[in-house]
């Protein structure tokens, strides 16, 4: 065991540092698990360290007096300094029970040293890009997941049929080279030859039908992309024909999201796209994306992409010790000093939503929504929990918004509730961890009680929520809705996405609603006209509460260029590079 070990294991027994404590070497030995010879090489060890005072009783099993002189946080700092591997760093920190403040100074200790993404001089010439998070982001998988962070990091690892131009409102050629359709109910696409997957395997049109086929699957959380496919036919080796059960103007949209991703044949998340970027490693601590060589694109500049998880930084909450010498980071974090790093700013184009139940008796009720969503004032919420919870949202296209908010009228939501046919009843709150979800739960909960509203907020992991009859259980959801370059693609994630929230509280009238859109209407930009009024309505009659937008950063040193921030709030790294000398004449 290492010395630091053994410290820590009077520490754990002794409880307190700088303050004497009466032992023998017996009781010694037994906190350390070795004899007393050994007991008194390491009491020997801590001493010339300077970690302990010793005072040795006088006689065989006599009392000795110790006293423990440092204090352990510091110490494991210092200890972790000592790597010269971060990797290594974090294995040594990891092992211990440590405060979150502690955690907060070491990833400050752990990137001080770190310029242009450089660990160690042999990878001087190595263009990286090195930033720590708060959440492990272990399903990589357009199957299993539709969050924000998976989602902007599949978008790096997998490769679409199409993609959505958003500055020309259009789509253009990817993985398909050509595509074509008969009356938008027949679409064929014409793949690119020589294309790879990061395995080596060449794409083909069996792995574009496999790639679709295993979304019909009920459980995927883009199983609501294909139910309008009646069939996927393999034409020849680059050649893959979708038929539609009706008229479908948008499906491009659909083809380009993440759920059109293509993987390998038979492949189930396993990671393996055809994108710029390849995962090189994943746990629970770290993920690092290296670039793929045979992309079929453009070599993104940077070489690799590494993200270090701590719990600790969850919600924004960090201290004056994570500083300036930080080369990127995506938050806000407290106390922040900026004033060599440059910034780059969004208002998220998605907003933190609460849906109310259609098909529950208690919020079918107009009047009790409207108190709801009367006491919910989204600048109190922001200004009590701040973050980057940056400003009120009320509808799901922010273009769409009025300036005039009526809510926090805390005596009209008074008044609502009393002309509600609410007779104390316990709503449920159901939400999923992460995203400052928790905090924002509590902050509902507290304010309902506050106009006599009791509700009850239970909190998941995001994969076990999914699993739940959220239908028939939930009164109220509350999370992210996320936003897409496409404007059409977000009101369609957004309202029937397999995983998104307004989807489990939707009536089937609406639903219906919904669907005669697409047998309706043929043209893109009516589809979006009557997604936009379904909205508007949701939207009027509170069955969609609409809470803030978060403002998204991106904090880097001035020689990181083309630093631009997406739909999801994130940079996109085949855009980043390093001005290196840029940082040489500075």
């Known amino acids: 065991m290492k010395a630091i070990d053994h410290y820590y294991g009077l520490l754990q027994y002794l409880q307190e540092t700088r303050q004497p404590k009466q032992v023998t070497i017996e009781q010694l030995s037994s906190i350390l698990h070795c004899s007393n010879r050994n007991t008194k090489l390491i009491?020997?060890?801590?001493?010339?360290?300077?970690?302990?005072?010793?005072?040795?009783?006088?006689?065989?099993?006599?009392?000795?007096?110790?006293?423990?002189?440092?204090?352990?946080a510091p110490l494991v700092l210092s200890e972790a300094k000592k790597y010269s591997s971060i990797d290594d760093s974090i294995a040594f920190i990891q092992q211990y029970q440590l405060q979150d403040d502690v955690q907060r100074n070491y990833i400050y200790s752990l990137f001080s040293d770190l310029r242009q993404g450089e660990e160690t001089s042999k990878q001087i010439n190595k263009d990286r890009l090195l930033f720590p998070s708060y959440r492990p982001l272990l399903l990589l998988d357009p199957y299993f997941v539709n969050r924000r962070s998976e989602n902007h990091v599949m978008r790096h690892i997998y490769s679409s049929l199409v993609t959505y131009d958003e500055n020309r409102k259009s789509h253009k050629p990817h993985l398909a080279h050509h595509w074509s359709h008969q009356h938008f109910t027949e679409w064929t696409f014409y793949l690119r030859k020589d294309v790879h997957f990061h395995n080596g395997q060449e794409l083909t049109a069996a792995d574009v039908c496999y790639s679709f086929e295993r979304h019909r699957h009920p459980q995927s959380a883009y199983y609501w992309i294909t139910r309008c496919i009646r069939s996927i036919t393999i034409l020849d080796r680059y050649t893959v024909r979708f038929t539609l059960k009706q008229q479908a103007p948008f499906f491009l949209h659909l083809v380009a999201s993440l759920g059109g991703s293509i993987v390998p044949d038979g492949f189930m998340n396993q990671f393996v796209g055809s994108g710029p970027f390849q995962v090189q490693e994943q746990s629970n601590h770290k993920l690092t994306l290296v670039t793929f060589p045979s992309y079929f694109g453009l070599r993104p500049l940077l070489d690799e992409v590494t993200m270090y998880f701590f719990p600790a930084l969850y919600d924004n909450q960090l201290q004056d010790s994570f500083t300036e010498s930080v080369n990127f980071h995506h938050y806000p974090y407290s106390n922040q000093k900026t004033a060599e790093l440059s910034q780059d700013t969004v208002i998220d184009k998605g907003s933190k939503l609460l849906t109310l139940n259609m098909n529950k008796n208690l919020t079918s009720d107009p009047c009790l929504r409207k108190a709801i969503f009367l006491a919910l004032h989204p600048k109190k919420l922001i200004n009590d929990l701040q973050g980057n919870r940056f400003t009120p949202a009320s509808r799901m296209d922010s273009q769409l918004e009025g300036h005039h908010d009526t809510r926090s009228e805390t005596d009209a939501a008074s008044y609502y509730v009393k002309q509600s046919g609410y007779n104390g009843e316990v709503l449920t709150l159901y939400t999923y961890t992460g995203a400052g979800n928790e905090l924002d739960g509590k902050w509902i909960q507290k304010t309902l009680a506050k106009i006599g509203i009791h509700c009850s907020l239970y909190v998941y992991p995001y994969e076990e929520l999914q699993k739940l009859p959220l239908q028939d259980e939930a009164d109220l959801l509350l999370g992210e809705q996320l936003a897409d370059e496409s404007l059409i693609y977000t009101y369609l994630s957004s309202l029937i996405g397999s995983h998104s929230l307004a989807s489990y509280h939707l009536s089937k009238r609406v639903l219906q609603q919904i669907d005669s859109v697409f047998i309706e209407k043929q043209k893109e930009w009516e589809c979006l006209q009557a997604l936009e009024q379904i909205e508007e309505e949701l939207s009027r009659s509170h069955h969609l509460i609409y809470l803030y937008r978060l403002q998204q950063f991106a904090i880097h040193e001035e020689h990181l260029e083309n630093v631009q921030l997406n739909a999801l709030g994130w940079v996109d790294y085949t855009k980043l590079w390093y001005n290196r000398l840029a940082n040489t004449l500075k």
């Open 43 to 72: 009491i020997a060890k801590l001493q010339k360290l300077g970690w302990i005072t010793w005072i040795p009783g006088r006689g065989r099993g006599d009392y000795s007096t110790i006293s423990l002189e440092v204090d352990f």
